[in-house]
């Protein structure tokens, strides 16, 4: 129980700061990019930056499906708990980390995008062979 919140919290705050970067990204210019975090690649590779952030989210967003599915198949029926964690999974996860992390970022983009530019720039390095896959699939 305690390991699915602890799971749970952390799927939640990823989604929420890939989901916030993302529009506080969007929303500044790059001047401001590159003099908020310092890193060219922001500005050199966006079609990286925002196929990180969008891979980042799903992943999220089916990790976070199958965590509660888990969770609610101990004590229900599978065919239930399929139905009652699909239901919770998408609420939260859309409500968490994907509606208030929109709010927050258009209102603070420069402190937001400084926050979550780390958490950013590490996953963009640990998901780069997906991204060189995904980049050579798109524009062609």
């Given at each position: 129980?305690?390991?699915?919140?602890?799971?749970s919290?952390?799927i939640?705050?990823l989604?929420?700061?890939?989901?916030?970067f993302?529009?506080?990204?969007?929303?500044?210019?790059?001047?401001n990019?590159?003099?908020?975090?310092?890193k060219?690649?922001y500005?050199?590779?966006?079609?990286?930056?925002?196929f990180?952030?969008?891979?980042g989210?799903n992943?999220?967003a089916?990790?976070?499906?199958i965590?509660?599915?888990?969770?609610?198949?101990?004590?229900?029926?599978?065919?239930?708990?399929?139905?009652i964690?699909?239901i919770i999974?998408?609420?939260?996860f859309?409500?968490?980390s994907?509606?208030v992390?929109?709010i927050?970022?258009?209102?603070k983009?420069e402190?937001?995008?400084k926050l979550?530019?780390r958490?950013?720039?590490?996953?963009?390095?640990?998901?780069?062979?997906?991204?060189?896959?995904l980049?050579?699939?798109s524009f062609?």
């Amino acid at each position: 129980m305690i390991a699915y919140i602890v799971l749970s919290i952390i799927i939640l705050v990823l989604g929420f700061s890939f989901v916030a970067f993302e529009i506080a990204y969007l929303s500044l210019s790059y001047p401001n990019i590159y003099k908020i975090t310092k890193k060219k690649f922001y500005i050199e590779n966006p079609a990286g930056i925002l196929f990180t952030i969008l891979l980042g989210v799903n992943l999220l967003a089916i990790s976070y499906a199958i965590l509660n599915f888990n969770f609610f198949k101990t004590f229900l029926p599978e065919s239930i708990s399929a139905i009652i964690s699909g239901i919770i999974s998408t609420l939260v996860f859309v409500i968490v980390s994907e509606y208030v992390p929109r709010i927050i970022a258009r209102a603070k983009p420069e402190s937001v995008l400084k926050l979550f530019s780390r958490i950013i720039t590490i996953s963009y390095y640990l998901m780069y062979p997906i991204n060189l896959i995904l980049k050579e699939f798109s524009f062609k």
